[in-house]
């Protein structure tokens, strides 16, 4: 089964794996060869020395009817096996077909399965195995099994069914049929291979759930006939007052073997259920907490910040980045996804952040804002907001200084306003974070005049998040980030999910709001045009780093960082119909960065240089360019005819097209 | 002209809120049109959210059934085929979606879902026929075989994905592609490659195209001819150069201004009054687009204006052309023009 091990594909295995499979391994190598070392059926019958202690002749002792303990060991330690294995597979197996049936087909199918195993899961499990098991005649392992597994399945019913339904919806089941797969081929091809790791751990679970079931019905005298179990051994230990004689050998090595057995398939199901949720498996590498306590700077003149007139200025400016560097460190290695970033703003300046995906922009708002989350960690540098650094202060000044310092609305904010609460206590609960004083009169003036601003009507106050359009959802998130007016707006993406009629209303709303204000904003984006339309000045992250800044219309009249000029050519606009443009190749991984300049394998430009040195800010022109082409030229050159970017794409006369592609 | 496909009257209807006050959402609302089998165009339908375009391209597809109005395909009905006709139906009208990461089964390498449709349907007589059609398909999108055969979709951008997803449509060998969205979550620079890979598949390969989108700007790039969706209904449709350059139902002037522009001299005008609260979805007896319009007038709110050619090659929903003659029997492909 070569797709088997695809489930299992680059995963290292994890060493809680690798232990449980070397304990259940041991479990099953002694119950496979002890009968080499033992006779087994010389020793059960007995007639040697009752009660006998350890000794060399008999290893575990002997019981009350002179077993040797070691050869019972031996046969009963396959049937506790046989049997979990049994209900597990049987229990499993019955709940991943009802499953896999009821959540893809659906309808009355699916309706009976979830009432009968929901009216099953009500009853107290273990009652109903001790009635049956006292009450049926010459019971066998089997059976007992069966009887497990027939009050085991209804919970991996109810799981794989679930799982079904999210899958059932996602894009490549209906991309199967488009290739002419059957349902019930895109039941088990596309959906169940999926399932697999979460199958797998579940089994495990319930073998282990099964033995100790059937363990602890039969130490209470309820188990199979005439059969050595575990669990009828501790049964007879106890009938024959074992403990009471200090016979330990007689209970003490079922016991053990039952708690291997329980250690080993629990080790197991924790190792699968790491491959069946890969997130905790990216768990970031374990490092001792060093909480950065630089003292603040005095403010100095910073080498490399570059405001957006060229010159470097740190005395009127509200904020100052400088060197900031955010690094993430996982077992996938180590990157910084802000590399060295400096730059200042004005009061009251709009500048927009752009760049691809991938490029750093959320980790920089992110960043700003104190907010980096493990495995992410800021590396240095400095974030002086109004004269304060912000990465020097503690979790708890920061805390303060959010939202009435500094104020993020965050990407798909309609999400980050709470579904449960109306918009007058989410406003309200942010106003008394930072002014526990404010009485409930002046909170609803200010709750009015917040909203008004933001082009609600006051009684969008008393709603809940779900009574509101996209587009109100964005305004309410507005009024939230804006009522205590902060000196810094970061904006990250936040039109991305409207309609671009509601983009343009909401966009020229936050200009309105943010020069009331007087605040300065940072719009960050991967859209040009909404850039355009915002900013004063703009910069351009490229994997990391800033590689051009300046004023919006002398970047956008003329880029001179090759990236910069893409970008804004990748836009298609409405003048002429002509052949795309696109960037050729993709940013680099974070754990993947190229030698010297980053965008030298995408740049049409990059020459020897490129290749090993990295490329500063610099002045160019009115505004600062990380590339090597300035000083020497004073404009970026034209494109060269034909370039081939070693991607997929091909570059001609400032076209890219597909690379098979004949241009007349 | 032979047609490939014939949408007549088609309207779809959604019941919502719960049984003691339901309402219904007229979704698609009698939309009409045709498009032609001899010289194959690529067709835009833009609306925003709510629009019906998605609603549209599910019934187009089959996979939805239209409470009134028939969809006619190469002469049948696709309500009353059979079961041959359905699935051969299934291969020659063909979908790309949206999300180039959802489409991917995380389980397969990429080449599974270029293999399948090959074996499902047929379409190759050898391994070794198989795997040279997949390799044309992929240069024909642009992306080079070698590299992208046997990776895993993780492996690969989205922009390569969804490049993967038009050359296994491409395979199928299908008359008609629905794209619905296919660029909305692709990086804006890797947007060109995708929409440059259905050009060529319309172009030189002659598949008619229907393009879903809420981005004006690329339909202008791409279409020959789009229809302005709003609220289910057709309001503008005609040549996309005309209609999006110089639009006229006062709907497609409003998106067309709320495009941001990379153009400092086209800046916004100012912010105007905040959209509708409750976004009016119930039946209107007048034009829909009245409760939002700034030229909705005492006649706008009597009933739903209906198309008015305009020119030779557009027509326009709004009583501002009422002087102009009703577009006959509504039907879109009269203003179509072909190849650009």
Known sequence: MHWLGRVFRSQRLSAVLVLGVLILGAVVAFSMAGPAFVDVDKALVGAVQPSQPPSSEFLLGTDSQGRDMLAVMVVATPQTLKMGVIAGLVGIGIGLLLGLLAGFFGGPLDTVVRVISDSLMTVPGIAILIIIAANVESMSIELMALTVASLAWMNPTRTIRSQVLSIRERGYTAVARANGQRELEILFREIMPNLLPYIAASLVGAINGAILATVGLESLGLGA????????????????????????????????????????????????DRIANPTLASLPRWRPRRRKRRTTKPVEQPVAAFSANGGSQGTQSILRVDELLVVFETQAGIGAAVDGVSFTLRPGERMGLVGESGCGKTTMASALMSMIRSPGHIDGGAVVLAGEDLLALRESEMRRRRLKEIALMPQAAMNSLNPVMRIRDQLTDAILAHEPQTSQQELTTIITTALEKVGLPASVAERYPHQLSGGMKQRATMAIATVLQPKLIIADEPTSALDVVVQRQVMMTLARVQEELGAATILIGHDMGLIAQFSDSIGVLYAGQLVERGDIDVVL?????????????????????????????????????????????????????????????QDVAGRAVACHLYPEHNDLPPLPSTVNLGNDVVLTNGTTSAANEVQP | MTTLLEVQEVTKRFANGPLWRRDQTVAVDHVSFALSSEEPTITGVVGESGSGKTTLALMLLGNLQPDEGQIVFRGKDVAQMSAAERFQFRREVQPIFQDPFAAFNPFYRVDHVLTTPLDRFGLADSTKAATNQIHEALELVGLRPAETLGRFPHQLSGGQRQRIMVARALLCRPKLIIADEPVSMVDASLRATILAGLQTLNRELGIAILYITHDLTTSYQVCDNVMVMYAGSVVETGAAGQVIRRPEHPYTQLLVASIPSVDRSKRWEDEESSEPIAHARRAITGCKFAPRCRWAAESCWQAMPPLYQTAAHRAAACVLYEEHPVLEGQAMEQVFQGRQ
């Open chain 1, 557 to 617: 009249d003329g880029p001179r960082h090759p990236y910069t000029r893409l970008l804004v050519e990748s836009l298609p606009d409405m003048e002429t119909r002509k052949d795309f443009v696109g960037i050729p190749g993709l940013p680099p991984p974070l754990f993947n960065r190229p030698a010297g300049c980053r965008f030298h394998p995408r740049c049409p430009f990059a020459f020897e240089r490129c290749y090993r040195e990295e490329p500063v800010l």
């Open chain 1, 225 to 272: 006939d005439n059969v050595h179990t575990l669990g009828t051994t501790i049964y007879w230990a106890r009938r024959y007052s074992a403990i009471l004689r200090g016979q330990w050998w007689w209970w003490g090595p079922p016991i053990a073997l039952i708690s291997l057995i329980f250690i080993g398939l629990f080790l197991l199901s924790m190792g699968l």
